[in-house]
């Protein structure tokens, strides 16, 4: 019995003894290691954070593999001899850093860098693995990877803040391949000079030795032991089961014997592992105590091929399967395009991450046990595999469907391995008797396809299909026939993937026509049945049929397409590679026109004619989403993009873009956040206990009997805030919030109390076993929509102050009018803020009722005061420390309060440090977001477009508490009042229900505003059947409007920059020759449409007083401190470049060195008051302006000592400068507290995008092709984080209005509590090509340096990608209206260009408005014209 663990954490060597079997890497790294690198973002597999590598040395042939592992889910235990390494690994600021770390920085690739780390990781295993290919020696200064390589090497990791692109950049700046030209803005280059390899930090200058040398014999064994069990306890022996083991056995014979043994004992649970990657699916708490790992059984990790195809064994992982069927690709097989399309489909699925570890056999028994949505067993099943499993009493060959359909199997069923058919009687035609006797050549067709909210993978599939067909040419009439067929279908609410048997039956022997066509769709949908309560059943059914239509329609004698064909690869690369892509398939030829002609049309078995079609393509209309049509052997670079930004060193080195500051310590993961904080000695943990009522009153809470358990320690409640405290858990100038539910809950994942244990895990686990009795009886029914708040007048009042002001005479202009549109409504959801690092808190209590609290906070003043309120001390006993923030968003602000005064309550009781780290799912249920709000508008136009009056009504939903939302009809109209409507009145309620509490996110009701004015702007268009973007020219201000409905806020003439930038727009997108192509393009393409949509913001923004503090100390370095938090935006930076530019007054070119010596601390609450908050895009401004205000007392101060020194010496060195003032005893530390000028305390921001997108007809699917960006910036303090802000800003905002579904289930309760459900950008869903250009609009006197914000306003931009999909689906709607038949009326889909279209206008929706059942229809339109 072996009874230690060996393996490297970067080069280092651990031994555990003691571990409990289910201890993730994760927690091991986190709680026992100095490496803090690996992030817990999510838990689950979802976002990457804690990706490390993964190194195996193989004794045999010495060679070591490395690969990415996201450790939330590996297993300590099966690491036995192997080595790790963390981003603190790769370099640090100690050794030096990577070139990784280095770029990433360079490149302006960091914000908040929670998910750096892993972000370097991946990149650095893409490096390290494409070093190992055979490939030709790279160029100097490059590595061996291809810049398409590169750009799908952080697939799978997300990053909330920077939009991607930079990042994609730092990757690409590895490549072998890579136009230097095409990099982005970056500080290696300086201003126009061109980028050259030699001034990039040198890649491979440290070598990283991925496993060390001691480990080797280690491993060598590990490999030669036979009897592997690991004996290990859990740690303590806190744990109720003290005898928990790890197998692993290394022959069959020895995994049956430990499974028969382990049945034996009484009541003992089994788990067998092979990847682990389902405890990120079912997170079911842990309670086997026999964990068997099965990946060291040479019968489950064979690869085996012969003529019948190719075995793969269960536990083989899907890069390893990937990999083996790209090699009987290269084979050149028959079947190897069969193998081709199955490794492309597996390529997408999950991350490359999971892949790497997620075994074939655990997707199958996974997706055969538990339902799971398997993309692996559907396209398998369609490739008609079987499998061989073991039973405790034989071994059985199981077609894969049989395997499907046996009952879920059990912990004492194995899979032993798959095997996947060559269909080698196709490589030489077949010749078959037809029906009337003539001869015919088989061959054979094979597609899969998916739809899923991330193209290439990370999101499972709203459903999957992979399809095989015989096809057959009957010589005596031309015609093809179908001949057998499997149509497999999965993931749309089915217990399993299954072949749709009625159909292939029915289709079998026929030539397709239109009319077979359609009836088989009609058969299809009677199969293709969600099951009850599975979300978008409808979409999920019209995803079948699109697909089935897209697999035959090739075949489909009489099916008219489009006469001339758009050369795609002129307009846009990536749709041409798709289309490139496509042609592989072997249909290029096909789709001629209304004959067909099998000589062109050989599938997949033909590999040559493949290669022929693939020479060929770029001339076809593609449509469906085959998994095939994104991948390609050879891609090209998906991504494109420019950045035009205006350096000026006027006030240098504010102005520069200037490095962000620390970002290579968050590359490398040393950057500390707030559960980066050692935890102290005894400290201890929380999880918060959460109602799942959203109104109840509270009878009992049944935790007395956990208290026994080990590792718990306490429930803390109401009862525990001591005497003089307040249940207090937030508090805004519009009220407060409770901390604790009391004898009612109010709303489900209401805080009850929080459960305290030794450990984060025994705290959760503990938590989630607390048993709350709800009362409802003698209750009103909650509040779970805004209409039941008016009904029961639920209102948050809105201050008089923060009441927006009319403009005109609404009736009277509306009476005028030449059209009206009366009372249309308009439905915007909410949004969560997904911050990379979840809500945290750490607090210490300390002498005479003092505490320190730690927190990732917005708002550390406003934390002072609510937990000073909460324990009833006084302020000067609450210390509250924020040094970063791993993304904030506002979700940071008033949200982050309740977390913190619930560790500091915890910590008060107990008198010992206890932090909380929430888990992802329970941030995402207490968080509340955005908020929703259901408009109904009303608007008067003349027949020239111009708008004459327009009155809303919003209902807000607020949630539960105050918090900010009595700001929003103000934010809202703000910016709403972009466009002259002439007049405007509106009506607002801020409702109270019985949902979280929702709060200010990033252009919290600004975006709304935005969204709501371009929906009224479209639909005027639509109404006058005009185009959008000349009525938005026709309403857009004249100054003096601008300055009827913005007031004070508008400066001079000058400062009104938007017609320009509109202007400056126009010319650099080239919107009017791109608007021609896309008529063309629309003409000539059925299934896919396109359009383009450009459009102005104005937001406003009230720089707020905030406090600076400059210290200068003995050796000549300066301390900064600044009341705004670091939460990514670069303030720190900012406020460094200030201190520089200011202090350098001193000196004319002393700047640069200055600069060098100045750290910006962590915002202390005690030490420097009136932080104020982080919010509202102007704290860094406003942090510049006091620093500024500092750094000049400290330059009064020590201009007379310098210019006394001058006198003495003829240079005066920045030391010497410091020295002489200290002996002078000058005081060196400068106070300041900065207000904003009356007549300046507001501004605004001008910016203009415009965005082309293109839908697709037959999934929903949206790609944005391309956006374009102009933005004010003013005089950017710092480009570089300027324009990180804007693309960060703008791809949060495609978010928003595209992809993130926020829902609750008839409870109130959020069900999007987890990276499976919620779906934020990913690098697949960003723009294709995205240019930013900045406008500068020259010297404002009134601002801080004449700069602008950047923060916030870019987000509203992102509404140019939701109405260029309204003007793609009017499109889809044009051609739908098209198909006239008789029978239209029974269809009845609506196909009107005037739609309404909310957000998120997710791929469902699109498709919906597009016509759920536009393929029928298009269908029936041939039937009824022949
Ligand atoms: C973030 C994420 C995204 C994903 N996306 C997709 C997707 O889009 N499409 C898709 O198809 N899949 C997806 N998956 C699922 C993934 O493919 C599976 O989790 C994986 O294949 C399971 O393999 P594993 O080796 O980790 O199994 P494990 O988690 O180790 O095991 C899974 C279950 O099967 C049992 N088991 C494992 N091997 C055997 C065996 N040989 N015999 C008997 N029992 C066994 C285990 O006891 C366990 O109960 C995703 C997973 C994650 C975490
Ligand atoms: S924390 Fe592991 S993938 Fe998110
Ligand atoms: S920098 Fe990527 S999440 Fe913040």
Redesign the pocket.
């Known amino acids: 019995m072996k009874q230690r663990l060996v393996f490297a954490v970067n080069g280092e060597k651990k031994e555990v003894f003691n571990i409990h079997p289910s201890t993730t890497l994760l927690e091991f790294l986190r709680t026992e290691t100095p490496y803090k690198g690996a992030k817990l973002g999510c838990g689950?597999?979802?976002c990457g954070a804690c990706v490390v590598l993964l190194s195996k040395y193989n004794p045999v042939n010495g060679d070591v593999e490395d690969f990415t592992v996201?450790s939330c889910?590996t297993l300590l235990c099966s690491l036995d001899g192997c080595s790790i390494t963390t981003s603190e690994g790769l370099g640090n600021c100690r050794d030096g850093y990577h070139s990784v770390h280095q770029r990433i920085a360079g490149f302006h690739a960091s914000q908040c860098g929670f998910c750096t780390p892993g972000m370097s990781i991946s990149l650095f295993s893409a490096l390290i693995n494409a070093d190992k290919t055979s490939g030709s020696k790279p160029p100097n200064g490059f590595s061996k990877l291809t810049v398409s390589e590169a750009e799908r090497a952080i697939a799978g990791n997300l990053c909330r803040c920077t939009g991607y692109r930079p990042i994609i950049d730092t990757c690409k700046s590895f490549c072998r391949d890579v136009d230097m030209e095409d990099l982005g803005f970056n500080s290696f280059s300086k201003k126009g000079e061109p980028l050259d390899v030699n001034k990039l930090p040198p890649y491979n200058q440290h070598k990283v030795c991925t496993f060390p040398e001691f480990l080797k014999p280690e491993t060598k064994l590990t490999y030669e032991f036979s009897e592997r069990n690991l004996n290990l306890v859990d740690k303590n022996g806190m744990d109720e089961l003290r005898d928990r083991t790890w197998a692993s056995p290394s022959s069959m014979r020895e995994l049956l014997n430990v499974l028969a043994s382990e049945a034996n004992e009484n009541g003992a649970q089994v788990?067998?592992?092979?990847?682990?990657?389902?405890?990120?699916?079912y997170k079911r708490p842990e309670t086997c105590c026999r964990f068997i790992d099965?990946r060291h059984i040479p019968e489950?990790l064979v690869i085996r091929r012969d003529d019948l195809g190719i075995e793969i064994g269960?536990?083989v992982?899907?890069s390893k399967a990937i990999k083996a069927l790209d090699e009987e690709v290269s084979l050149e097989a028959a079947s190897s395009l069969i193998f081709e399309k199955i490794a492309n489909h597996m390529n997408?699925?999950?991350?490359k991450f999971?892949?790497n570890?997620?075994?074939?056999?655990?997707?199958l028994?996974?997706?055969q046990?538990d339902e799971?949505?398997?993309?692996?067993?559907t396209i398998l099943l369609g490739a008609g595999s079987s499998v061989t499993?073991q039973t405790p009493r034989e071994t059985l060959s199981l077609t894969l469907e049989e395997f499907l359909e046996t009952p879920p199997?059990d912990?004492q069923?194995?899979?032993?391995s798959i095997q996947i058919p060559s269909w080698n009687q196709f490589h030489s035609p077949s010749k078959t008797n037809g029906r009337n006797g003539s001869e015919r050549e088989k061959r054979l067709m094979f597609e899969t396809y998916r739809a899923?909210p991330y193209p290439l993978?990370?999101?499972?599939?709203y459903l999957n299909a992979a399809f095989m067909a015989e096809v057959s040419v009957d010589e005596s009439n031309g015609d093809l026939v179908l001949g057998s067929l499997r149509l497999a279908f999965g993931?749309y609410g089915t217990r399993h993937a299954m072949r749709a048997k009625k159909v292939e039956e029915f289709l079998e022997g026929k030539s397709l026509t239109p009319e077979i066509l359609l009836e088989a769709i009609q058969i299809l949908k009677m199969f293709i049945f969600p099951k009850e309560g599975i979300r978008k059943s409808g979409y999920r059914s019209s995803l079948a049929v699109g697909f089935l239509f897209d697999f035959l329609s090739p075949l489909v004698k009489g099916l008219a397409e489009p006469k001339q064909r758009l050369k795609l690869e002129e307009h846009d690369l990536f749709v041409s590679s798709k289309i490139q892509n496509k042609s592989q398939n072997g249909y290029t030829n096909a789709v001629k026109g209304d004959s067909f002609d099998i000589k062109h049309h050989n599938g997949v078995t033909n590999c040559n004619s493949h290669k022929e079609a693939t020479t060929n393509g770029g001339s076809i209309s593609v449509h469906g989403q085959s998994a095939q049509s994104y991948l390609s052997k050879k891609p090209t670079s998906f991504f494109r993009s420019m950045q035009m930004v205006e350096v000026h060193g006027d006030y240098g080195p504010v102005g520069l873009p200037t490095k962000k500051v620390a970002t290579e310590i968050q590359a490398s993961g040393e950057a500390i956040y707030v559960d980066d904080i050692p935890s102290p000695k005894d400290c201890l943990y929380g999880a918060f206990v959460y109602s799942q009522k959203p109104f109840a009153s509270v009878k009992h809470i049944e935790f007395d009997s956990l208290m026994e358990s080990p590792g718990v320690v306490s429930f803390v409640s109401v009862k525990d805030i001591p005497k003089g405290g307040e249940n207090i858990g937030s508090e805004s100038i519009f009220g407060k919030e409770t901390l604790f539910a009391d004898d009612l809950t109010e709303y489900a994942g209401q805080p009850i109390g929080v459960l305290i244990a030794e450990t984060q895990k025994h705290a959760k686990r503990a938590a989630d076993q607390v048993k709350v009795y709800y009362d409802t009886s003698g209750l009103r029914q909650p509040i779970l929509s805004v209409e039941e708040a008016v009904a029961q007048s639920s209102f948050f009042e809105v201050p008089e102050f923060f009441c927006p002001k009319q403009v005109g005479d609404f009736s009277k202009a509306l009476a005028e009018a030449d059209h009206k549109i009366l009372s249309s409504k308009v439905e915007i959801g909410s949004q969560y803020y997904f911050y990379m690092e979840t809500q945290t808190a750490l607090a210490i209590p300390d002498e005479d009722n003092c505490i320190t609290v730690y927190s990732s906070t917005q708002v550390p003043e406003t934390t002072q005061v609510v937990v000073a309120k909460c324990l009833g001390v006084p302020e000067h006993n609450v210390r509250v420390i924020t040094r970063r923030v791993g993304g904030g968003f506002g979700g940071k602000a008033f949200r982050s309060i309740p977390v913190a005064v619930a560790c500091a309550l915890a910590a008060h009781k107990l008198r010992r440090p206890v932090r909380m780290y929430l888990d992802r799912q329970t941030d995402m249920i207490m968080t509340g977001g955005r908020h929703p709000i259901k408009v109904t508008y009303t608007v008067g136009f003349n027949s020239d477009g111009k708008i004459t009056a327009l009155h809303f009504d919003a209902l807000i939903d607020a949630g539960i508490s105050p918090d900010t939302s009595p700001i929003m009809p103000k934010t809202i109209v703000n910016a709403l009042k972009k466009y002259n409507w002439g007049s405007l009145s509106f009506d607002f309620k801020v409702c109270k229900t019985n949902f979280p509490s929702k709060s200010a996110m990033r252009a919290p009701g600004d975006a709304q505003g935005s969204f709501i004015a371009e929906t009224i702007i479209e639909h005027v268009a639509s109404s006058l059947s005009m185009d959008a973007n000349s009525i938005r020219e026709k309403n857009l201000h004249t100054f003096s409007s601008l300055n009827l409905f913005y007031g004070d806020s508008v400066e001079n003439a000058a400062s009104y920059t938007l017609p320009l930038i509109m202007d400056k727009l126009v010319s650099s997108s080239c919107l009017n020759q791109r608007i021609q192509t896309i008529q063309q393009f629309n003409s000539m393409n059925r299934w896919k449409k396109r359009e383009i949509s450009l459009l102005p913001i104005i937001y406003e923004v009230s720089p707020r007083p905030t406090p600076g503090r400059v210290s200068i100390l003995n050796d000549g370095s300066i301390v900064v401190e600044v009341g705004g938090v670091e939460i990514g935006q670069g303030l720190w930076t900012k406020v460094t470049q200030m201190t520089a530019f200011t202090l350098g007054q001193l000196w004319k070119k002393g700047n640069e060195e200055i600069l060098e010596k100045i750290r910006v601390v962590q915002s202390d609450t005690i030490s420097l008051v009136q932080g104020g908050y982080t919010a509202g895009s102007t704290t860094s401004e406003s942090s510049c302006a006091a620093v500024g205000l500092a750094c000049n007392i400290l330059v009064e101060r020590l201009a007379p000592i310098k210019a006394n020194l001058l006198g003495k010496m003829q240079l005066v060195s920045w030391d010497a400068l410091v020295r002489q003032a200290h002996m002078q005893a000058v005081n060196l530390s400068a106070n300041a507290y900065w207000t904003p000028d009356m007549s300046s305390s507001s501004y605004l921001n001008f910016g203009a995008a415009a965005s082309e997108v293109e839908i697709d007809l037959l999934t929903g699917a949206t790609t944005i092709l391309r956006t374009d960006i102009t933005y004010d910036c003013g005089r950017s303090l710092n480009p570089a984080v300027d324009l990180g802000q804007i693309e960060g800003a703008f791809v949060q905002g495609i978010g928003f209005f595209t992809l993130e579904e926020h829902v609750v289930n008839s409870e109130g309760m959020v069900v999007s509590d987890g990276?499976?459900t919620y779906k934020i950008p990913n690098i697949d869903t960003i723009p294709k090509q995205f240019n930013v250009e900045f406008f500068s609009s020259g010297h404002h006197k009134k601002r801080v340096l004449s700069s602008k914000a950047s923060g916030e306003p870019p987000l509203l931009l992102a509404v140019s990608v939701h109405c260029a999909m309204r003007g793609a689906i009017k499109e889809a709607r044009k051609e739908l209206q098209s198909y006239k038949t008789s029978s239209n009326e029974q269809i009845g889909e609506d196909c009107s260009a005037i739609f309404r279209m909310d957000t998120p206008a997710t791929m469902d929706l699109v498709k919906r408005l597009c016509g759920l059942e536009n393929v029928e229809r298009y269908l029936q339109s041939l039937v009824h014209h022949h």
């Open positions: 689950e597999g979802g996201n889910l788990k067998i592992v092979a990847g682990n990657t389902s405890s990120g699916i099965i489950l269960a536990c992982t899907i997408i699925v999950a991350s999971i892949r570890t997620a075994t074939l056999g655990g997707n028994i996974i997706a046990r799971f949505p398997s993309d692996i067993a499993i199997c912990s069923t194995l899979l032993i899923a993978g990370g999101a499972l599939a993931a990276t499976w």
